[in-house]
């Protein structure tokens, strides 16, 4: 499979230029955020406080990592199921988040924001937090810490693998891909 | 009289803190092997790379001593307890606790149970309490099998309440539903445990029973052999495939176990796992 190589920040550029299905390797810096992470964060936003990173051009990696074992930076690191994250995904697009990666499905009002926001939805492979940890460099807890597994974290990446599952052309992997294999039982 | 066999808690401790590590670390051989097969047989390029990175990550967690999903799971125990052992030198579920206290520290696995879940939703770091499942059995023999089981799965589970009159139409369309709604979310190709019958607490404990049997072992009662392939069949055609990016390969197994129930009942449970299907047993 050819793969799109892409760096964060993400640009609106760069986001157009990406279609459901296409397989790319990230290489940036992505924060690491899921549940309780994510009530914080779009309460700050309610109040009109700063957030602890800059959502412009951002990527969210919806994920919980294992304890790091001596000597490395992050334990096992795979994506955690992204419906959970649905209610706050809206408004943090609308303040400047580019890209999400997760799996599972996502609903329809995230899938509508990702159009008018110019955003992009991947998947990681799910269960394969032992490869995945290999493509992560640096991980620095950035807020939240009494969170634990569920703080915020800055993580480097190199060549991370992901597909596009749903892009900002209105693209959706998941029901292109199940459409094109489904049959008669 | 059968002679009564002492066994120390302390014993169980020490058990449960191997398994809680090992079952984390190493891929059962027959769901490594599955995953293998599905990758010859897979039509869709995607999912082809999706099986390949999971057989290559059951190699790195084994190799590197690490899990193979971060989400490292309620710990579940299945305890097979022979009336002839009589358990000294502590309380047995506080033994168990403290296995998974030292199991997840020592094994560096990620702590995700949280207390008083309607309201604070607190860590409660250590990964404890243990659900834990006790039935007597006879003889001297104490059997303990520790199932790592992720959130992202079990929430995709299902309990129906069918009427009798809806039989085995009405039974296989429910778990078809329940894995077409599921779609990628419980990170495919899954496995699907059934329970049929009994009662709401009965029927959910059989359909996790069910996802401990051996992936390529057959029912021993034919019908319910034959309803296990037409349902494997029937979610295989579903066309979800490997993380629901669309191919063949969207169920590994079906596991169908049933008991006697109600005149008035029909009560059917659909336990859903990941591929990471992770789980061990020791008899001490």
């Known amino acids: 499979m050819a793969v799109k190589k892409i760096t964060t920040p993400l640009t609106d550029e760069v986001v157009r230029d990406l279609y459901a299905g296409d397989a790319v390797e990230i290489t940036g810096v992505v924060y690491q955020a899921r549940d309780a992470a994510h009530k914080r964060l779009v309460a700050l936003i309610e109040a009109g406080e700063p957030l602890p990173f800059d959502l412009k051009g951002a990527v969210i990696y919806y994920m919980g990592p294992s304890p790091a074992k001596p000597g490395r930076p992050i334990g096992s690191a795979g994506p955690t199921t992204s419906g959970r994250m649905d209610a706050y995904a809206p408004v943090l697009m609308r303040h400047g988040l580019k890209g999400m990666i997760g799996k599972g499905l996502r609903s329809a009002e995230v899938k509508q924001a990702m159009v008018d926001e110019t955003a992009v939805y991947f998947a990681a492979t799910g269960g394969a937090g032992a490869l995945l940890a290999q493509r992560i460099t640096a991980n620095e807890v950035i807020a939240w810490p009494e969170l634990g597994a569920e703080a915020v974290a800055r993580l480097e990446v190199v060549d991370f693998p992901a597909i596009v599952v749903n892009d900002c052309h209105g693209g959706d992997l998941y029901e292109e891909g199940r459409a094109k294999y489904a049959r008669e039982a | ?284």
């Open chain 2, 1 to 284: 009289m059968s002679p009564v066999r002492e066994l120390d808690v302390g014993t169980v401790t020490e058990a449960v803190k191997d398994l809680c590590i090992t079952a984390n670390y190493d891929l059962p051989r027959d769901v490594y092997e599955a995953l293998e097969r599905a990758k010859k047989t897979e039509e869709s390029p995607v999912g082809v790379e999706v099986l390949k990175q999971l057989l290559e990550n059951a190699d790195i967690a084994a190799r590197d001593r690490v899990p193979i999903c971060q989400d490292t799971g309620l710990a579940v125990f299945f305890v097979e307890l022979g009336q002839d052992v009589n358990l000294v030198g502590g309380d047995l579920g506080a033994a168990i606790d403290e296995g998974v206290r030292r199991g997840y520290q020592e094994g560096y696995l990620r702590k995700s149970v949280v207390e008083e879940p309607a309201h604070a939703r607190r860590n409660t770091k250590d990964n404890t309490p243990a659900i834990v499942h006790t039935t007597v059995v006879p003889g001297d023999r104490f059997k303990i099998t520790m199932m790592a089981k992720g959130g992202g799965a079990e929430n995709m589970s299902t309990l129906n309440m069918l009427k009798p009159a809806q039989g085995w139409a009405g039974m296989s369309q429910a778990v078809v539903d329940t894995v077409s709604r599921a779609g990628s979310n419980p990170c495919p190709p899954v496995v699907i445990g059934v329970g049929i019958g009994g009662t709401i607490e009965a029927v959910t404990l059989l359909a996790k029973k069910a996802l401990l049997r051996e992936i390529g072992s057959v029912h021993p009662d034919s019908r319910i052999a034959a309803m296990e392939a037409e349902l494997l069949a029937r979610i295989n055609a579903l066309g979800i495939g490997p993380q629901g990016l669309g191919g063949r390969t969207t169920c590994l197994a079906v596991f169908i176990e049933e008991m006697p129930c109600h005149i008035a009942s029909m009560p059917m449970a659909v336990n859903v796992q990941c591929h990471a299907q992770r789980h061990k047993s020791v008899t001490l």
